[in-house]
Nanobody, 127 residues
């Protein structure tokens, strides 16, 4: 079982930065693939960034070069550094975890493979 708690959201002007954090609590020693997702009002949830258990990282094309995903295993925390924010980045941002399936399988930015979700943190970017 995994519990995820996001923090760090807020309101910023376009061009600004925010760093989201996701505190990860696990009841076992299992490790998980991790991802950040977002959902804007009236839109489908979309993958933003992911990091798998082998530290392979993927980004949505819309955030490449602006967002950076990282994790601090000692602190059990996942981060999303967001720079050069745009109004279209406005959304609720969610942290998610996916169980391993063996081999080289990785869930990437496919939200269907993530079983554990945080409650979300709101990011609002004004022009």
């Amino acid at each position: 079982q995994v519990q995820l708690v996001e923090s760090g959201g807020g309101s910023v002007q376009a061009g600004g930065s925010l760093r989201l954090s996701c505190a990860v609590s696990r009841s076992t020693d299992n490790i998980y693939h991790m991802g950040w997702f977002r959902q804007a009002p009236g839109k489908e949830r979309e993958g933003v960034a992911s990091i798998d258990t082998r530290s392979n990282i993927r980004y949505a094309d819309s955030v490449k070069g602006r967002f950076t995903i990282s994790q601090d295993n000692a602190k059990n925390t996942l981060y999303l550094q967001m720079n050069s924010l745009k109004p279209e980045d406005t959304a609720m941002y969610y942290c998610a975890a996916a169980s391993q399936r063996g081999g080289t399988w990785s869930p990437g930015l496919w939200d269907v493979f993530y079983a554990y979700w945080g409650q979300g943190t709101q990011v609002t970017v004004s022009s």
